[in-house]
């Protein structure tokens, strides 16, 4: 099992940065696939990428591309990162890591979440 503890969310102008972390706790962290989903106020829980247990791959969804969002990992240190430049108010959400044995952009393809942090932009 894997418990997964998210933080680095806060206020942020638009057009500024923040960077997500997520710490996973137990030793079989390299094992799992790990995903970055978003959730904004009235809306569903959308998947923002993932990337592989190695970090050899990562894929982000259709709406993001373009975007400066990045997805990266440090096995050794049981964590993984989102990287956000150039935000926008609408990507004001909580955001979520999920862990998961599998490949998928969809929450039920994810066994483990965290608790969630907020990120905020301001106009």
């Known amino acids: 099992q894997v418990q997964l503890v998210e933080s680095g969310g806060g206020l942020v102008q638009a057009g500024g940065s923040l960077r997500l972390s997520c710490a996973a706790s137990?030793?079989?962290?390299?094992?799992?696939?790990m995903a970055w989903f978003r959730q904004a106020p009235g809306k569903e829980r959308e998947f923002v990428g993932r990337?592989?247990?190695?970090?050899?791959?990562?894929?982000y969804a259709d709406s993001l591309k373009g975007r400066f969002f990045t997805i990266s990992r440090d096995n050794a240190k049981n964590t993984v990162y989102l990287q956000m430049n150039n935000l926008k108010p609408e990507d004001t959400a909580v955001y979520y890591c999920a862990g998961s044995t599998g490949l998928s952009t969809l929450e039920r393809g994810y066994d483990y979440w965290g608790q969630g942090t907020q990120v905020t932009v301001s106009s």
């Open positions: 137990g030793r079989t962290f390299s094992s799992y696939n």
């Open positions: 990337i592989t247990r190695s970090g050899g791959s990562t894929l």
